[in-house]
């Protein structure tokens, strides 16, 4: 029996990779069983590798493609003349009746499908050896669109089957070790959806810088989604946090970057071209490409497909500028996140500094330095110098023979799913996307250190800088008593140490995300006509972009950011610090000089608490509490806790909770939890009365040590009086504890001594309390140690109890 040479979507299954692909086998799988589940997958069929094999037979192909592979193996031809040859054999070729014949009713019946009598597809290649749970590189063969009519039609196929003999998907197996003769090539024909009209890109259900699972990533600009794909443009970026979806009263989107998008592909009007790339307009560029409905939708689908398919994918969706409704028109394995050895986290650190050049978008955690070979057209490739930092517009497939030879990668262009990120990723070489202008500030041959161990933003440095790694092994922890959390500043942090079995977060500083994020002092959003400066105002008008109220930026952009800090912990506690600048801090943000004092001291001056209820700070603060509000009750992360700092007296401790109150932030309301830091004496001397008033304490101990003993914490003169472990300050951990149990309330601490000092943390142990929080580059060793004390002290013979507040 003839084995068939068209196969509908419907009939697909995961199971036909070895008849369609893995591309249209997953295609296959979504239309046959995801559609009752609400995933839109645009209808067509396939051609099978028989119907390959069946052209290189009739066209007599194989004994010429045999002594081209067999001379490039022996070295006798290059790749791109061995290529260059195959693909002539395929192109000349002519297609047997039957199998064109097959096609053209094939298409006739996608076409009467669409009730239409003639309809534009999309024609994608989808080879045997490709999509492949273990071998994912993207684009290695053609895919084309708006392809309208019959014999458009068959030239596109003839050209799809050409394309499986491209240099960079030569090299590709060569590199995967597949036999070139027993790749097939399979075709699908899939009905387009007119994307050119509304928007389009691609997206994974996993976070594909740090391997954290519970985000799905979306990129979308407008037009043709190739333009994402191939990096050409810098595209939106949402992220949207799976375990809340299903729970519709949360829309638990935690990032929306706009990007520049400052080109588009449409369909073509006339001639042959079947697609152009026009400029998009200032409206475009200023506006989200997708509304919150829809990327939930996407999110949803992303967890769905991930689900069906169990493990990690990587998707390409389109919207119907027509229809308004959304499609999902590929899904393939994750294969580069999804295969890391999870037990262990390898960390990147610069050992000095240097003077910045440009940023972009990180890929990877790595850093790399070296010589700059700056190519600017794929027809200079074979310029590039082994072991150089590449530096380009944009890649494409093209390119990855000699991204593997690189230190480095920098474009001007794409995003964090462009194809420069998704290879860079999978060779394991360190990338920074999207720098605007990467080939116009750097020279070729000029030296530079490239980092993106600092975030989710990478940063090009001048020079050769040194820096070091080191390896952290999770896999074997022991469990403790005392629940160890971790201090994270910077959201792109937390997604780095999600591996580390923090059982939540001690310390999230809030002022963190407002000096890096925001960097602009709320007041100035607020009263923008107090700011005299005009570059100031200008700046302002910069960032506040896209926005109707300035106020409004201040809000998402903090509540998105603090939304960050908390997903990879949830639903453990994250206790977010409310902002604790000091005055003269709050001035160096953009405005912030119209609306501090100068201070003798800031540090003991307008800080923490006493700014809150200040008319002079109190819509600012209304602000902050806006943005917490968004966090717990539209993100729906209610295992944020809030903490007050520096709260120097009972009365400010009322007036502040009547402020929050004030502004929708209740203990108890909605299981809303308020802690307090304890670092000032008087904490300590009035911990009964603070503890009928907050529902937990945080012992910030270099605030406590430096009011304890007089000493300036940040005074070099004074710094070997600066010690956590002077008994004095033990002394008032030691009664801040015993009190705190005594009201019945949660105490931790967030401070660097245990770190620092193994007998701190035995310390903190032996007198009870219920938390430390760790920066994470010494979690593992400090948990460790905590392990071993609480051992000791489980096996220790039983001693007489000690009175409170004196030492055990």
């Known amino acids: 029996m003839t084995e068939k040479r068209i196969a509908w979507f419907e009939t697909l299954n995961v199971g036909d990779v070895p008849r369609v692909g893995g591309k249209n086998a997953s295609l296959g799988e979504m239309v046959r069983t995801l559609k009752d589940k609400g995933v839109r997958v645009?209808?067509?069929?396939?051609?099978?590798?028989?119907?390959?094999?069946?052209?290189?037979?009739?066209?007599?192909?194989?004994?010429?493609?045999?002594?081209?592979?067999?001379?490039?193996?022996?070295?006798?031809?290059?790749?791109?003349?061995?290529?260059?040859?195959?693909?002539?054999?395929?192109?000349?070729?002519?297609?047997?009746?039957?199998?064109?014949?097959?096609?053209?009713?094939?298409?006739?019946?996608?076409?009467?499908?669409?009730?239409?009598?003639?309809?534009?597809?999309?024609?994608?290649?989808?080879?045997?050896?490709?999509?492949?749970?273990?071998?994912?590189?993207?684009?290695?063969?053609?895919?084309?669109?708006?392809?309208?009519?019959?014999?458009?039609?068959?030239?596109?196929?003839?050209?799809?089957?050409?394309?499986?003999?491209?240099?960079?998907?030569?090299?590709?197996?060569?590199?995967?070790?597949?036999?070139?003769?027993?790749?097939?090539?399979?075709?699908?024909?899939?009905?387009?959806?007119?994307?050119?009209?509304?928007?389009?890109?691609?997206?994974?259900s996993i976070d594909t810088e740090t391997g954290f699972p519970g985000v799905a990533v979306i990129s979308a600009a407008w037009g043709l989604g190739e333009t994402v794909v191939?990096?050409?443009?810098?595209?939106?970026?949402?992220?949207?946090?799976?375990?809340?979806?299903?729970?519709?009263?949360?829309?638990?989107?935690?990032?929306?970057?706009?990007?520049?998008?400052?080109?588009?592909?449409?369909?073509a009007t006339g001639g042959s071209t079947r697609t152009a790339t026009v400029a998009t307009t200032q409206k475009e560029r200023q506006a989200f490409v997708l509304r919150e409905d829809e990327i939930l939708e996407l999110g949803r689908w992303a967890a769905t497909i991930e689900d069906h398919y169990g493990r990690p994918m990587d998707m390409e969706w389109a919207k119907d500028g027509e229809t308004g409704e959304l499609y999902m028109v590929q899904a393939r394995p994750e294969t580069v996140q999804s295969s890391r050895q999870?037990?262990?986290?390898?960390?990147?650190?610069?050992?000095?500094?240097?003077?910045?050049?440009?940023?972009?978008?990180?890929?990877?955690?790595?850093?790399?330095?070296?010589?700059?070979?700056?190519?600017?057209?794929?027809?200079?490739?074979?310029?590039?110098?082994?072991?150089?930092?590449?530096?380009?517009?944009?890649?494409?497939?093209?390119?990855?023979?000699?991204?593997?030879?690189?230190?480095?990668?920098?474009?001007?262009?794409?995003?964090?799913?462009?194809?420069?990120?998704?290879?860079?990723?999978?060779?394991?070489?360190?990338?920074?996307?999207?720098?605007?202008h990467g080939t116009e500030l750097l020279r070729d041959g000029q030296e530079i250190t490239l980092s993106c161990a600092e975030g989710d933003r990478g940063v090009v440095y001048e020079g050769i800088l040194e820096f070091e790694s080191s390896e952290v092994d999770v896999s074997d922890l022991p469990e403790t008593r005392t629940a160890m959390l971790v201090n994270i500043a910077s959201p792109a942090a937390a997604f780095r140490w999600w591996r580390l079995p923090a059982r939540g977060v001690g310390l999230a500083r809030m002022e963190f995300i407002i000096n890096n994020l925001i960097k602009i002092h709320p007041m100035a959003l607020i009263h923008p006509d107090r700011v005299a400066d005009p570059e100031a105002r200008r700046e302002i008008r910069q960032r506040t972009r896209g926005y109707d109220d300035p106020v409004d930026f201040f809000v998402e952009t903090l509540a998105l950011g603090i939304a960050k800090l908390a997903t990879p912990y949830h639903p453990h506690p994250v206790i977010v610090r409310l902002s604790d600048f000091k005055s003269n801090e709050y001035a160096h943000l953009i405005g912030g000089a119209a609306f501090e004092p100068e201070e003798e001291n800031p540090m003991l001056g307008w800080r923490g608490a006493s700014r809150y209820y200040d008319e002079r700070y109190r819509e600012g603060f209304a602000l902050e509490c806006r943005a917490l509000k968004t966090v717990r009750e539209r993100i729906g992360l209610e295992n944020v806790i809030v903490m007050v700092p520096f709260c120097r007296t009972l009365e400010e401790a009322d007036r502040v909770l009547a402020v929050m109150k004030e502004n929708g932030l209740e203990p108890g309301r909605d299981g809303l939890e308020i802690y307090m830091m304890c670092e000032i004496p008087a904490n300590v001397f009035l911990a009964k009365e603070f503890a009928q008033r907050f529902d937990g304490f945080s012992i910030g101990s270099n605030d406590l040590t430096q009011l304890v003993l007089g000493v300036d914490r940040d005074s070099s003169d004074l710094a070997p009086l600066f010690d956590e472990r002077n008994e004095a300050v033990k002394r008032a951990i030691r009664e801040a504890i015993v009190q705190a149990h005594a009201a019945g309330i949660k105490i931790g601490i967030c401070g660097q001594a245990p770190s620092n000092y193994p007998e701190y943390a035995a310390f903190l142990v032996e007198e009870g309390i219920d938390s430390i929080s760790l920066n994470p580059d010494s979690f593992v060793t400090t948990l460790r140690n905590v392990a071993q004390v609480e051992q000791r002290l489980d096996t220790a013979p039983a001693q007489t109890t000690s009175e409170p507040g004196t030492a055990s």
């Open 42 to 204: 645009p209808g067509g069929f396939a051609t099978t590798a028989a119907a390959f094999r069946e052209y290189v037979a009739a066209n007599n192909i194989e004994p010429e493609l045999r002594a081209r592979v067999e001379a490039l193996k022996n070295e006798q031809t290059s790749l791109h003349e061995a290529g260059e040859t195959i693909r002539r054999l395929f192109l000349d070729g002519e297609f047997p009746e039957a199998i064109a014949e097959e096609i053209r009713d094939a298409y006739r019946e996608l076409s009467r499908r669409s009730g239409q009598a003639e309809i534009s597809v999309a024609v994608r290649s989808s080879a045997t050896a490709e999509d492949l749970p273990q071998a994912s590189f993207a684009g290695q063969q053609e895919t084309f669109l708006n392809v309208r009519g019959e014999r458009a039609l068959l030239d596109a196929c003839r050209r799809c089957y050409a394309s499986l003999f491209t240099d960079r998907a030569i090299s590709y197996r060569e590199t995967q070790g597949f036999d070139h003769l027993e790749v097939a090539l399979s075709i699908g024909v899939q009905r387009m959806v007119r994307s050119d009209l509304a928007g389009s890109g691609v997206m994974f």
């Open 230 to 267: 191939q990096g050409a443009v810098d595209p939106d970026k949402y992220l949207v946090f799976k375990p809340l979806l299903d729970d519709r009263r949360y829309t638990p989107i935690i990032e929306k970057t706009l990007g520049a998008k400052e080109t588009k592909m449409i369909y």
């Open 342 to 436: 999870t037990g262990h986290i390898k960390s990147y650190r610069l050992k000095t500094k240097g003077k910045p050049i440009i940023t972009g978008a990180a890929i990877g955690e790595a850093i790399a330095s070296g010589q700059v070979c700056a190519i600017r057209s794929a027809a200079d490739i074979d310029t590039f110098r082994e072991g150089a930092i590449l530096v380009t517009g944009m890649t494409d497939p093209d390119w990855v023979p000699i991204m593997k030879k690189a230190a480095g990668i920098i474009t001007d262009h794409g995003g964090t799913t462009s194809h420069a990120a998704i290879v860079s990723r999978e060779l394991g070489v360190p990338a920074i996307v999207g720098t605007g």
